[in-house]
């Protein structure tokens, strides 16, 4: 179980910075910016190998998100659903697309 502070700053390419630091921290260890008043916490609560994580927006929601979390997971309450993703999801579809072998496109 964890609670650290999210930096979301953008980075000079423009992509977010997404680091997790350690809650007495000033500043991000990645991209070096102070965090101000408005910080947002990542939750991160692991039991029994599922791990659940969460963004909030101040610290007193994120230590009540963790206790729920916690609680459901180990009564197996919290439904974690675990996604997996066809290998070929339109595999007959895209194959009618492509030209067979000694064909001409």
Same mark, same amino acid.
Do not use: W
């Given at each position: 179980?964890?609670?650290?502070?999210?930096?979301?700053?953008? =980075?000079?390419?423009?992509?977010?910075?997404?680091?997790?630091? %350690? =809650? /007495?921290?000033?500043?991000?260890?990645?991209? *070096?910016?102070?965090?101000?008043?408005?910080?947002?916490?990542? !939750?991160?609560?692991?039991?029994? *190998? =599922?791990?659940?994580?969460?963004?909030?927006? /101040? $610290?007193?929601?994120?230590?009540? !998100?963790?206790?729920?979390?916690? &609680?459901? =997971?180990?009564?197996?309450?919290?439904?974690?659903?675990?996604?997996?993703? +066809?290998?070929?999801? +339109?595999?007959?579809?895209? $194959?009618? %697309?492509?030209? %067979?072998?000694?064909? &001409?496109?």
């Amino acid at each position: 179980m964890a609670i650290q502070i999210y930096c979301d700053r953008k =980075l000079e390419d423009g992509k977010p910075c997404k680091t997790s630091n %350690a =809650l /007495n921290a000033k500043k991000c260890s990645r991209c *070096g910016a102070e965090f101000s008043r408005e910080r947002k916490y990542r !939750v991160c609560v692991s039991v029994k *190998g =599922l791990r659940v994580n969460r963004i909030v927006q /101040n $610290l007193t929601i994120a230590r009540e !998100v963790e206790s729920t979390i916690k &609680g459901d =997971l180990v009564r197996g309450e919290y439904d974690v659903k675990h996604h997996k993703v +066809d290998r070929y999801p +339109d595999a007959e579809r895209c $194959l009618g %697309a492509i030209p %067979a072998m000694g064909q &001409g496109a």
